[in-house]
């Protein structure tokens, strides 16, 4: 028999690409189980294979930064924080963080059809009772318009979001006089596709860092600690935390005074959720 759930959670990530640099990823995930059926009829209750996957997701790869090894300028470390990428191309990178935020793939470059095979794999390495095959996979969003993948941390976050490397692959609406702004949407997803949004006071004061054109952010988490050099031309600097919220103001603000209009703006947090603002220049 077998059992379908589409749409079963979300994948958020980050991962590290030779050609693009570190760059925000999200996908729902879609599984189909095989196997015998029960006494009850049932392969495997839906009400507890979705809580079953979604937590070996959420306690594996998911808001991890997704590492090639195999990739052209790549090493990793041990570190005292725990691991150490540092990368040559496209630009220079380093980053530095608990084990736990990392994900090694011992590959030259990422798909997302490589990864859904792995995680079918590790899956199947305690299968449920009776479940003798699991197929996982990942389904970037179809997003008809503008659209950005951006990557950031959240130090004050309790979970996974503290990571300083992981990220989103969001939509983003706007809306002048009630009206959608389509080319006004495409100009700032552009702007901000590939970006780290940084939180300023992530920043350590470097003046070295600041003449090379480079941003060194550090901070403490409960995980650990984080550590991330990139150039500065790669980020974005917020004077928030990268909350959802924040930035959704932060962007309205912008929009507006740039454009000289009253902006309404969605702006997507990966997947289906988000936060609203409003601004006028
Ligand atoms: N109100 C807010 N809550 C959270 C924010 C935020 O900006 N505002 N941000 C995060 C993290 O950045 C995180 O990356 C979002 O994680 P996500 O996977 O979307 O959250 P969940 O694990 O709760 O959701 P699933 O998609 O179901 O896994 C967290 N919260």
């Known amino acids: 028999m077998t059992l379908f759930v589409n749409d079963l959670t979300h994948m958020d990530v980050s991962l590290y690409c030779p050609e693009r640099g570190l760059v925000g990823a999200s996908w729902h995930v879609d599984v189909v189980l095989d196997g015998e059926l029960g006494h009850d009829g049932m392969l495997f209750d839906f009400g507890e294979v979705k ?13 991890t930064l997704l590492v090639p090894t195999e990739a052209p300028g790549i090493t990793v470390i041990e570190c005292s924080e725990g691991l150490c990428l540092r990368a040559s191309q496209p630009y220079p990178l380093e980053i530095r963080g608990p084990r736990q935020a990392f994900t090694l793939l011992p590959w030259k470059e990422i798909t997302h059809g490589r990864l859904a095979e792995r995680l079918s794999a590790d899956l199947m390495r305690r299968p449920p009772p009776r479940v003798n095959d699991i197929r996982l996979e990942l389904r970037p969003e179809s997003i008809d318009g503008a659209g950005y993948q951006y ?5 004050h976050h309790e979970g996974n979001c503290q990571r300083i490397a992981h990220g989103h692959r969001s939509r983003l609406h706007l809306w002048v006089q009630g009206q959608r702004a389509p080319d006004l949407e495409r100009q700032w997803a552009e702007w901000l596709d590939g970006r780290y949004l940084v939180d300023e006071h992530d920043i350590v004061p470097a003046s070295d860092d600041d003449i090379r054109g480079f941003l060194t952010l550090r901070y403490q988490a409960s995980q650990g600690r984080f550590y991330l050099r990139l150039p500065s031309a790669r980020c974005v600097i917020m004077p928030t935390p990268t909350t959802i919220e924040h930035i959704a103001a932060w962007l309205a603000q912008r929009v507006a005074e740039s454009s000289g209009q009253s902006i309404r703006i969605a702006a997507f947090e990966g997947i289906d959720k988000g936060a609203m603002a409003e601004a006028h220049p």
């Open 51 to 63: 809580p079953w996957i979604k937590a070996r997701l959420d306690g594996g790869m998911d808001h």
């Open 151 to 155: 990557s950031h941390g959240l130090r």
